[in-house]
Every structure is written in C-alpha cells, then in structure tokens.
C-alpha cells in the first residue's frame, strides 16, 4: 500500500502562486515510486473530483484545459513526490487537491490506485 501525503495548500490572492506537494511512501509488490503514474484532482464544493494535472512514469504530462500555461506538475523520484505548481491563480482554482496514483506506468488519467487527504487552495478575488 502507498500512503501519499499533500502539503502546501492556503489562502492566496488572484495572480498569485501555491505549490503543492505529495509524499509518497510504502510499496506494493516491490514497486518503486518512479514507476507508478501520479496525478492531481481537484474537487471544489458542489461539484464533481476532475483532473487537473497528471505525469507519467517517463515524464509525459496531461493537464485541465483551463489550468494550461498555469500550472506545472512535476516528480523528484528521488524524494518520492510530484509537485503541483501553480500560477496565476484564479478564485475558479478554489479546491481541494488531491494526489493520486496509477500503477499504469504510462497513464494520463490516474485511476486513483492510492489517494491522499487532500490539501486545500482558497483563492480569494
């Protein structure tokens, strides 16, 4: 079983900037953590969990149309954990966030094999 851990949600101004993280630990069957495929959810109140970003074990990524040219997610294999940049903030962006993984290596729409708690983004206008 993994266990992800999101950190770096709060409160910020519209145009301003978050970066969010997801700790990885435990394995399954010997897996590591550079080959799973990672992503980010969100889930604003009242509205239905979607994909805001997602990268694959060799590194493709996948992102919310909306979220394009503002948002970076990345991954340090050798810390365990995928990084959600995020720029120009919109108050659109209020959410919580979510990591997920995917032991599809090559995926773009993480199913979800493990979730986090969540970290929460209020962006205020």
């Known amino acids: 079983q993994v266990q992800l851990v999101e950190s770096g949600g709060g409160l910020v101004q519209a145009g301003g900037s978050l970066r969010l993280s997801c700790a990885a630990s435990?394995?399954?069957?010997?897996?590591?953590?550079?080959?799973?495929?990672m992503g980010w959810y969100r889930q604003a109140p009242g509205k239905e969990r979607e994909l805001v970003a997602a990268?694959?074990?060799?590194?493709?990524?996948n992102y919310l149309d909306s979220v394009k040219g503002r948002f970076t997610i990345s991954r340090d294999n050798a810390k365990n954990t995928v990084y959600l940049q995020m720029d120009d903030l919109k108050p659109e962006d209020t959410a919580d966030y979510y990591c997920?993984?995917?032991?599809?290596?090559?995926?773009?729409?993480?199913?979800?094999?493990?979730w986090g708690q969540g970290t929460h983004v209020t962006v205020s206008s």
């Open positions: 997920a993984t995917d032991t599809t290596p090559w995926s773009l729409r993480p199913r979800g094999d493990n």
């Open positions: 435990g394995r399954t069957s010997g897996r590591t953590f550079s080959s799973y495929a």
């Open positions: 990268i694959s074990s060799g590194g493709s990524t």
